[in-house]
């Protein structure tokens, strides 16, 4: 059989540790005739495709899928996981994606039978527990976020925004305006302006001032009747609370533009402030950053969106509506809203996500959910200062839940790029922060060390930064461009691997 080519994954051909990432694959484990379990036979006839199948539903060639023994089969994948950095093992401070840890008990809950085994296709009458769920998570996530209606549909954050930004065209054309611009801050993340272009919209960008806000200034220069919206996010991307808000919600409400929060970050101000209250009129929340789903865990992802009374009818349905029966009892059914876009994903969105989320929610409390902001805030603050003497963080003082760094005095001095320096903390035993993100900062490190690390552990995240600042300092960027040295495989072609992945793998005898 045929090996991946050896970039499979992103390995660079030069990397010297080719040779030891090259673990089989689990086709190559494969030995015709095992199987990993077997049941007894249990008397029914299997079916013969030939004979009971359409002739064009048949495949010409025999699927060829792996045949192992279950000793092989979790061999192999266990010898895989345990290659991978994860939010289980350690810190993981991979700005503006919350990858903080996420407590057990809420999978436990997500995977309790009567919430798992249920059919997404079941009836309502069947299914009241699962209504009710949604229905409830849907009330806290409203109190949260101070909106009045929300819809789980969406499968992540992009896919809440490109839903907010089809319900401000419905809006839009429902009051009869042909307005198709929307404004973002040049600090914005990637997928806003990818949403907007895909929503139909032009995108329209504001700068930051010198204090890395929005320059309302700038912003007054852009709003005329064309804005259908616009799009932030608060704290913005670089951990920095936009204070202005109030009166940039104003500004955009007057020309008859909506508000759509991107509430990515909103771990930063849980049960303190609600995006509702600053002026927002539609806000996502990630399920998997804030809510007890792991970021980019591999898993569904839930990115609901929220918002006011006014845009309650645009929602996505079917939504679950509490309804008074003949007998007088309350039952909940499945309803479509009147202007409703229509649906953003298959049946009633990830619930699985859904569930984690509420058991989080009702396991916090209001005042517990305030406490992971408040930490997550303190933690920054603390992180921040303590690797202030090597590290500068060009806008501001005080910080939310994260703050850029920038490596570019480090990188002038030395030759160490940001680069450089997250490879090197990979070698230290951490997951590495967003480099290069958000674009306004040269060289930005972004560091969110999010509220469930211990003191201790943020110590140990200081020293090794400012061990590697030290590298540098005394002996230029050479050691750390060797970086790292310690882990399954080394410096990735990443580019490749996104510009020519080889995602199919074919045997090499057919
Ligand atoms: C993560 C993130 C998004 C996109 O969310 P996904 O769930 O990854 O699609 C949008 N904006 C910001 C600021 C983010 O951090």
Known sequence: MKRFEENAGGVAKSSPLVGRSAEPTIFELSSPGRSASSFRTTGITPINPEENLPKGLLRDEPLELPEVSERDLVGHYTRLASRQYSVDLGAYPLGSCTMKYNPKFADYVASMSGLSDVHPYSPAALTQGWLELIAD??????????????????AAGAAGELTGLLIIGAY??????????????DSAHGTNPASVTLGGFEVVTVPSDSRGLVDTAELAKVLDSDIAGMMMTNPNTLGLFEIEIAEIAAMVHEVGGLMYYDGANLNAVLGVSRPGDMGFDIVHSNLHKTFATPHGGGGPGSGPVAVTERLAPFLPGPRPRRVTGTDGCDTL??????CSIGRVHSNHGNTVVVARALAYMLYNGSDGMRRV????????????KAISS????PFGNLCMHEFVASAASIRKKTGAKALDIAKSLLGEGFHAPTVYF????????????TETESPQTLQALADALLKIASIAENEGSAPLQMQPTSTPVRRLDEAGAARHPILSYRPESS
């Open 438 to 449: 958000p674009l306004v900062v040269e060289e930005a490190l972004m560091l969110e060390p």
């Open 172 to 185: 839009q054309r429902q009051v009869g305006s042909k307005a198709r611009k929307i404004i973002i801050p």
């Open 373 to 384: 902001s408040d930490i997550a805030v303190l933690n920054a603050n603390w992180l921040r």
């Open 137 to 154: 998570a849907e009330e806290y996530l409203c109190e949260v976020t101070g909106m009045a209606a929300a819809t789980f549909q969406p």
């Open 333 to 338: 059914e499945w309803f479509v809203p009147e």
């Open 390 to 393: 090597s590290y500068e963080v």
